[in-house]
T-cell receptor
Framework: AQTVTQSQPEMSVQEAETVTLSCTYD???????LFWYKQPPSRQMILVIR??????QNATENRFSVNFQKAAKSFSLKISDSQLGDTAMYFC??????????????FGTGTRLQVTL | DSGVTQTPKHLITATGQRVTLRCSPR?????VYWYQQSLDQGLQFLIQ???????AKGNILERFSAQQFPDLHSELNLSSLELGDSALYFC??????????????FGPGTRLTVL
């Protein structure tokens, strides 16, 4: 079974600054995907970024980027130029590779990020 | 907007009752997943359907059941409700071929309150 650990329950960052959220995972799978989802106060789950384990290059989506360290089983999210709208709960999630369709997501406990003026 | 719809948005009911939550996946997606988000247990996978058939099962109680219909919408049935079933229930869907088949897109959720 896979486990996902987010060791930072809460974080705070000032607007325009950079913040990094940590995530570690444990798995015996060799082929898998990692995701960051954002849950703002509206409670909607919004995909932020995804990373394929077979890719060495770190994924980037605008102000969001990841630092994927496969050997260390670490998957951190960096948010640059933080904006008030980034205030949300952030969940790290693991999914093992399946042929044909996705498999279940295993989530961490989340990090609550507050962006302040 | 993810393209996944869920109804109702809110549901308030009493212990012992039965409710049905409905989900319509994104157009073309064959897989539907149900997740439960509660304060004490976080986000947990309940069950997955793929093109009408059960594909994977997680920590789903025997009092809960689900199905996926020929038009691909899915329903999650919760019966003999207990206070602890109060939670946010999410539906997600993913595609079958091409594009990001390995990514799940979530609906807005149904907030269930059991009194």
């Amino acid at each position: 079974a896979q486990t996902v650990t987010q060791s930072q329950p809460e974080m705070s960052v000032q607007e325009a600054e950079t913040v990094t959220l940590s995530c570690t995972y444990d798995t015996s799978e060799s082929n898998y995907y990692l995701f960051w989802y954002k849950q703002p106060p509206s409670r909607q789950m919004i995909l932020v970024i995804r990373q394929e384990a077979y890719k060495q290059q770190n994924a980037t989506e605008n102000r969001f980027s990841v630092n994927f360290q496969k050997a260390a089983k670490s998957f951190s999210l960096k948010i640059s130029d933080s904006q008030l709208g980034d205030t949300a709960m952030y969940f790290c999630a693991f999914m093992k590779h399946n042929t044909g369709t996705a498999s279940k997501l295993t989530f961490g406990t989340g990090t609550r990020l507050q962006v302040t003026l | 907007d993810s393209g996944v719809t869920q109804t109702p948005k809110h549901l308030i009911t009493a212990t012992g009752q039965r409710v049905t939550l409905r989900c319509s996946p994104r157009s073309g997606d064959l897989s539907v997943y149900w997740y439960q988000q509660s304060l004490d247990q976080g986000l947990q996978f309940l069950i997955q359907y793929y093109n009408g058939e059960e594909r994977a099962k997680g920590n789903i109680l025997e009092r809960f059941s689900a199905q996926q219909f020929p038009d691909l919408h899915s329903e999650l049935n919760l019966s003999s409700l207990e206070l602890g079933d109060s939670a946010l229930y999410f539906c997600a869907s993913s595609g079958v071929a091409g594009g990001l088949t390995d990514t799940q897109y979530f609906g807005p959720g149904t907030r269930l309150t059991v009194l």
